[in-house]
DNA sequence: GGATCTGTTACCATATTAGATACAGACAAC
DNA sequence: GTTGTCTGTATCTAATATGGTAACAGATCC
């Protein structure tokens, strides 16, 4: 569906892999493959959960707000598309059903649980280990 | 986002409630709160992940095609909703770069991964549960 | 044959997504 | 302190997804 995930992962490997060096949303949208206002839209995400970092100004752009090491993807994932898993019924279903009167209560247990899973299941890869694929796996292209 | 998942599980509830009572989209949607086009849509996926089955014509509706017991959440959203978690780029990244080159094949597997996780939490309740968790709220709510 | 119900299509309104442009404000360089 | 660079945000637009609605051919029951 949406692709924010994966645009916001891209960008936080590349400034793991630019290791301190600050990128521009201009440069960043360039690998990418889309435009600056894009990326610094995700930024914003990005540094409004405290991920990333920017400097204003010439020779400025994003910086990793934490050691690569300490980001995951779970990290991720919340900054960007958090608790947008399943949505209920649009219409409140009928309480004069005894399923419709109890079927959302049942549901938002079993949905919040499924969320939590996938998010254990993100959390066990950090943006270190995205930038050692992505530098290993060029290594190998080049070869 | 959307609302399939949580219609669908729904439906499926009513219909193991029904104890092998045909139910018309007409009454499900009563419950619903919806058109019975749509509980007609989302029937016709779950028929073809082998999940409902119909009776036509009159006194014909939709029935579980099997165990209320044999049925878990994950199969539904596998019929409704399957695959569609995370969205990779909508254009291809810059193959010049070496993160762009490389970010969506080390995205891809952990996609897979969460996805994976998903449905393992899911595939922890059947509808049979659901229906019990229903029944036990009404009846709670009624006294 | 007539009534009922499904399965599918088509159409519409609305919401979401992402591409694009614009501009005020922050900061660096000089 | 003036100029240039870059962020952060708002706005607009096009494409797509979602769900509400109507319509109708085909299957089945009475």
Do not use: W
């Not at 590349?14 to 600050?22: C, D, H, K, M």
């Not at 300490?70 to 649009?90: C, K, Q, S």
């Not at 004069?96 to 499924?114: F, M, N, S």
């Amino acid at each position: 569906m949406n692709s924010r995930f994966a645009v916001a992962v891209h960008i936080l490997t590349l400034l793991a892999e630019a290791g301190g060096e600050p990128l521009t949303s201009e440069r960043i949208a360039g690998s990418v493959n889309t435009n600056p206002s894009l990326v610094r839209r995700l930024l914003s995400a990005l540094a409004r959960a405290g991920l990333t970092t920017a400097r204003h100004g010439a020779g400025g752009g994003a910086l990793l707000a934490k050691a690569p090491g300490a980001v995951t993807l779970g990290d991720v994932y919340r900054a960007v598309d958090g608790g947008e898993l399943f949505a209920l019924h649009r219409e409140r279903p009928n309480p004069a059903c005894p399923v419709g009167r109890t079927i959302q209560g049942a549901l938002e247990a079993r949905i919040a649980a499924a969320e939590r899973a996938l998010e254990a299941e993100l959390d066990r890869t950090t943006l270190a280990e995205m930038a050692r694929d992505c530098q290993g796996a060029a290594a190998g292209a080049a070869r």
